[in-house]
């Protein structure tokens, strides 16, 4: 598997530290952005995000912002993304369990590395359930048109 991550500035730090965790576990990954804390605008790297996601580029993809909504709201008018903001556990399992979200988004300033870690470790670690979510995930998809 090949996680996809981006942030803008104020995801910086903590895609710094998500990355180090990839590398302690072997994961692998391509780094969309930014590569430091100066001031960008956080549309340009949720999209990013997006397009390798729907590209196939990468697997699954993580986005960073503050709060992780702008970025969040960004990645999620690519058409495909089902990008979730999680900040907790349980949010992380069901986004994957029952939406089949393809992007995780966090927000740097509102977890503590610690958590977000446990965030991204439940989220890469649950599965799609199929079934009667699919008939769901699948009306989302329609909504896109």
Known sequence: MKIGIG???GG???KAYIIEY?????????DYGTYSSDSVDYPDYGKKVAEAVISKEVDKGIVICGTGIGISIAANKVKGIRCALCGDTYSARMSREHNNANILALGARVLGNGLALEIVETWLNSEFLGGRHEIRVNKISDIEG
């Open 22 to 30: 990839f590398k302690e576990k072997g994961i692998e990954f391509t």
């Open 12 to 14: 910086f730090e903590l």
């Open 7 to 9: 942030s803008d500035h």
